[in-house]
Nanobody
Framework: QVQLVESGGGLVQPGGSLRLSCAASGSIFNIDRMCWYRQGAGKQRELVAVITSGGTTTYADSVKGRFTISRDNAKNTVSLQMNSMKPEDTAVYYC??????????????WGQGTQVTVSS
């Protein structure tokens, strides 16, 4: 069982910055992909950013140039630095890890979600 704990959400003014973090605990052999998703009120959950074990990153067009995803493989953590934030970034943000446990079972774990609100 792998558990993810998120931190760093909150209220920020337009143009401001926030940093989200997500830490994993449990039986982990490797995490191939670490992802951030978000879900705004009345909207579908959308993929925001992905980082692979090799460091390759992918971003949604709506956040390119403003958000940066990074990971610490030794600590099994992922962060999302969000700059130049806009009201449309308001959502609940979720981290998601895909990988393998030490027993070889597939990992597809989600964090509990953290609220990010961009408003003046």
């Amino acid at each position: 069982q792998v558990q993810l704990v998120e931190s760093g959400g909150g209220l920020v003014q337009p143009g401001g910055s926030l940093r989200l973090s997500c830490a994993a605990s449990g039986s982990i052999f490797n995490i191939d992909r670490m992802c951030w998703y978000r879900q705004g009120a009345g909207k579908q959950r959308e993929l925001v950013a992905v980082i692979t074990s090799g460091g390759t990153t992918t971003y949604a067009d709506s956040v390119k140039g403003r958000f940066t995803i990074s990971r610490d493989n030794a600590k099994n953590t992922v962060s999302l630095q969000m700059n130049s934030m806009k009201p449309e970034d308001t959502a609940v943000y979720y981290c998601n890890f895909l990988g393998r446990s030490r027993t070889g079972t597939y990992i597809n774990s989600w964090g509990q979600g953290t609220q990010v609100t961009v408003s003046s």
